[in-house]
């Protein structure tokens, strides 16, 4: 049995300024990034938090499911930055991920470009940015993020990209409510830090572990193969060709192996 999780036991003693200042916790939902657009799109509060134990229609990237079983983390953040920060959303994301679970654990987290955070090589967080940008204004972002927490072997089999828990990692159940509580607060920092003119590039850029490798992009019909090279301060990747031209892909629609 995984640990219980309220909007109280959430927020008591949280010291956020933004994140998490208002919580909504259910036990199920379909997608917490659904609700948390509908709270937007009612203009609540920014830094809402839309947390649920299960999904029944879990969304991934590029239209894919995503699998929320009991005993994970699904939850969704309703922002609304300025548009020059919405790149740095995704890092933002994946580092605050990682922060969480090496605080709470002694696992060591890796990012695959541009935001699966992953252990040993194997995928334990998902993150799914929506945006309504309209005439270069940003309506809403809304940042959902998935982890696998007390998933066992069972429920991860079934999943197409290689996925682990910290269960699996561990041996141990671990608790939700403190790697949640942790999330909110690194998130919290980092949203400072970016909307104050700071980066969190650099952080980011040294903890992904696709630089240097080999990698095939897909982007609808289009597929290509070469090295990634490097990543630009707006979060795209460079990829050299064999032919030796430079590709830059954007972090948006395209799928990577
Ligand atoms: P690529 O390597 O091509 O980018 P990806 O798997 O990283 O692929 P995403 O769209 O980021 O692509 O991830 C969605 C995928 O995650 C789905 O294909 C699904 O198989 C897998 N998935 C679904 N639920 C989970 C889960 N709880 N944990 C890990 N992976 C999951
Ligand atoms: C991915 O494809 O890797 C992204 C998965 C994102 C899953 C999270 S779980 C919370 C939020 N609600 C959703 O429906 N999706 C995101």
Not at 60 to 72: A, C, H, S
Not at 129 to 137: C, F, G, Q
Not at 170 to 195: A, F, V
């Amino acid at each position: 049995m995984s640990d219980m999780l309220s909007a109280e036991l959430i927020l008591d003693g949280l010291d956020t300024s933004i994140i998490g200042t208002r919580i909504l916790y259910y036990s199920t939902v379909t997608s917490t990034n659904e609700i948390a657009m509908m709270e937007a799109e009612r203009g609540e509060q920014q830094g809402t938090v839309v947390i649920a134990d299960e999904q029944t229609a879990g969304r991934g990237r590029l239209k894919r499911t995503w699998l929320t079983p009991e005993g994970n983390i699904a939850l969704s953040v309703v922002l609304y930055p300025e548009i020059r920060i919405l790149q740095s959303l995704i890092m933002m994301a994946s580092l605050a991920v990682s922060h969480s679970i090496e605080t709470v654990t002694s696992l060591e987290t890796q990012i695959k470009w541009p935001n699966d955070v992953l252990i040993n090589g194997r995928k334990v967080c998902g993150i799914l940015i929506e945006s309504d940008v309209r005439n270069e204004k940003v309506h809403y972002a809304i940042l959902g993020i998935g982890i696998n927490v007390n998933a066992g072997k069972n429920v991860l089999s079934g999943v197409q990209t290689p996925a682990t828990s910290i269960y699996l990692e561990t041996g141990k159940e671990m608790s939700r409510l403190q790697i949640i509580r942790g999330l909110l607060k690194s998130m919290d920092n980092l949203y400072h830090t970016i909307s104050s003119g700071g980066s969190v590039f650099n952080e980011w850029r040294d903890r992904l572990v696709t630089l240097g490798k080999e990698v095939r992009v897909t982007s609808g019909e289009e597929i290509f193969e070469g090295i990634a090279e490097l990543v630009d301060t707006d979060g795209s990747l460079l990829v050299r060709s064999p032919d030796g031209s430079l590709n830059r892909v954007l972090a948006g629609d395209v799928s990577l192996r």
